[in-house]
């Protein structure tokens, strides 16, 4: 149960930031029906649950000496994955792409600390 609930959270949490992202960020395009915005969620959920800790643990060596900071990276690395593999999803220039990148690791940081002190109480 708690996979699934997970699973959940990350869907809607994906699907809040990509939301912001598209309206907030010039250059990050993201379709206008909400079907597509699912689609768009549901896969960037994918590639972070299952291909992002794949690559995080191959790169770790670089990680741990940039003392973390090359998570940026690699999250900006899934985000144009996302871009490649949806077309619903079209991020225009490399800043775009950053400013995507820090705007989603924010909101996701936000989403999953105000979660998880919740669900501790609950």
Do not use: Q
Request: charged share 10%; hydrophobic share 60%.
């Amino acid at each position: 149960m708690k996979f699934l609930s997970h699973f959940i959270f990350s869907f809607f949490s994906n699907f809040i930031t990509l939301l912001i992202a598209g309206n907030f960020i010039s250059g990050f395009e993201i379709s206008d029906n909400l079907a597509n915005l699912a689609v768009a969620a549901a896969i960037f959920m994918l590639i972070n649950t299952y291909l992002k800790p794949l690559v995080k643990m191959i790169l770790s060596p670089l990680v741990i000496l940039t003392i973390g900071l090359f998570t940026l990276v690699i999250n900006a690395g899934m985000l144009r994955l996302l871009d490649i593999l949806s077309e619903n999803v079209t991020i225009r220039g490399t800043e775009s792409l950053i400013y995507g990148t820090l705007l989603i690791a924010g909101v996701n940081f936000l989403l999953h600390f105000s979660a998880k002190h919740l669900f501790k109480t609950a």
